[in-house]
């Protein structure tokens, strides 16, 4: 059954480094987020991307944060100067035709 | 936004028995409804999503209601078998774009 990869599975850094997380989503999905989940807390979401370009994004997703789907594979988060409140588990998701939404693994991000 | 809630208690189940999780929200109606199931870690996956002219959905073991008048969606596992432990998670979609918003989750233990 195919499924949402996510590359690391974790990753520490320094405060002030920029990370890039990255995600293949299924092949024939059109749709795609990015969530994350700081632990015991709820699974909150941060952009949509669609026909390559941003649909919606929340109030977490500042300046900071950057998405890209550099080929017909790979999307990818980008935070540029990372914080101490960047640490969190971030989920990629992506589905066929924006309704049930099938979510990777995980990349768990510690931010020292 | 929405406030979602679902029952902070965890649920203590004995196999074979139906368990009967509840998440209630608040203001308008969304489009559809998706329920996940999370465990410790993971992803959350994907097990029934029902739209808002839908009054039950049924997949396998599972069932969902959704009730727009009470503005609440039943989730319930039939015979429940310990490999069903996991927090189950209530999620809201409000348009066709697809961003979802979470409710805390309940955690279910059906010991055997």
């Known amino acids: 059954e195919p499924e949402v990869t996510q590359t690391p599975s974790h990753q520490v850094t320094q405060m002030g480094q920029e990370v890039i997380l990255r995600c293949v989503p299924i092949?024939?999905?059109?749709?795609f987020y990015w969530y994350r989940q700081i632990l015991g807390q709820k699974v909150e979401f941060l952009v949509s991307?669609?026909?390559?370009?941003?649909?919606?994004k929340s109030e977490i997703f500042d300046d900071q944060f950057s998405v890209e789907r550099p080929d017909g594979s790979n999307f990818t988060l980008k935070i540029r100067s990372t914080k101490l409140e960047d640490s969190a588990m971030y989920f990629c998701?992506?589905?066929?035709?924006?309704?049930?939404?099938?979510f990777g693994p995980g990349t768990r991000l510690t931010v020292l | 936004s929405q406030k979602i809630e679902q029952n902070s208690e965890a649920l203590n189940i004995q196999e074979g028995k139906t368990a009967t999780l509840t998440c209630n929200y608040t203001?308008?109606?969304?489009?559809?409804l998706q329920w996940y199931r999370q465990d410790p870690g993971r992803g959350p996956v994907f097990l029934l999503l029902?739209?808002?002219?839908?009054k039950e959905k049924r997949k396998e073991r599972l069932k969902v209601t959704f009730d727009t008048t009470l503005k609440q969606s039943l989730f319930h596992i039939t015979a429940s078998q310990p490999a069903d432990s996991a927090t189950y998670l209530c999620?809201?979609?409000?348009?066709?774009?697809?961003?979802?918003?979470f409710g805390a989750g309940t955690q279910v233990v059906v010991t055997p």
């Open positions: 999620a809201l979609a409000t348009d066709s774009w697809g961003k979802l918003q």
């Open positions: 029902i739209r808002e002219n839908e």
């Open positions: 991307f669609y026909n390559n370009e941003i649909s919606e």
């Open positions: 203001n308008y109606s969304p489009a559809y």
């Open positions: 092949s024939n999905h059109l749709y």
């Open positions: 998701a992506s589905s066929e035709l924006g309704g049930d939404q099938f």
